[in-house]
Nanobody, 124 residues
Framework: VQLQASGGGLVPAGGSLRLSCEAT????????MAWYRQVPGKEREFVAV???????TYADSVKGRFTIIRDNANHTVVLQMNKMRPEDTAVYYC???????????????????WGKGTQVTVSS
């Protein structure tokens, strides 16, 4: 199983970007799907999470500006970022805490998956 993230880039302050992350491989079900971000010299920080039922939670810094959208059928999570600020500049990572795999009649479980990260830069 891999997490394939895409959608980063350069955007002016006040603009919008949409990040997407797909879990590929023999995925059957996923628990939480989340986004984190990291700037050089700082720890990775939580941005948003969507539970298996689609219930979202956001960091205070992005509330009202970012929306996390989940598609369970396609094992995909999207982060819609609006009204972006220079302080949103970071490498964004998608994360899955737990998932179930199914290949034929074989059932498996896995934990703690990270995508490779996608750079988001907001110019002032």
């Amino acid at each position: 199983v891999q997490l394939q993230a895409s959608g980063g880039g350069l955007v002016p302050a006040g603009g919008s970007l949409r990040l997407s992350c797909e879990a590929t491989g023999p995925v059957f079900a996923i628990n939480d799907m989340a986004w984190y971000r990291q700037v050089p010299g700082k720890e990775r920080e939580f941005v948003a999470v969507s539970t298996a039922s689609g219930s979202p939670t956001y960091a205070d810094s992005v509330k009202g500006r970012f929306t996390i959208i989940r598609d369970n059928a396609n094992h995909t999570v999207v982060l819609q970022m609006n009204k972006m600020r220079p302080e949103d500049t970071a490498v964004y990572y998608c994360h899955v805490d737990r998932l179930t795999t199914k290949s034929g009649s074989d059932i498996g479980y896995g934990t703690d998956y990270w995508g490779k990260g996608t750079q988001v830069t907001v110019s002032s």
